[in-house]
């Protein structure tokens, strides 16, 4: 696993949560167009918390 900034989906439709593991299941599903760096005040991700 790899550590890396921190970042999130635009996507109305997914979760309101941000992730910093380059490995999340959830964050690799965030297409390269949705994804932006930062929190955007949102709490961790499940997966990153636990990675
Ligand atoms: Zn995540």
């Not at 900034?5 to 380059?22: C, E, K, L, R």
Request: glycine share 8%; aromatic share 8%; with cysteine.
């Amino acid at each position: 696993m790899s550590k890396v900034g921190n970042y999130y989906s635009i996507n109305p439709s997914d979760p309101d949560v941000y992730h910093d593991q380059s490995n999340c299941p959830s964050g690799q599903q965030i297409p390269p167009a949705n994804r932006r760096s930062g929190t955007n005040g949102y709490p961790k991700c499940k997966h990153c918390r636990d990675m």
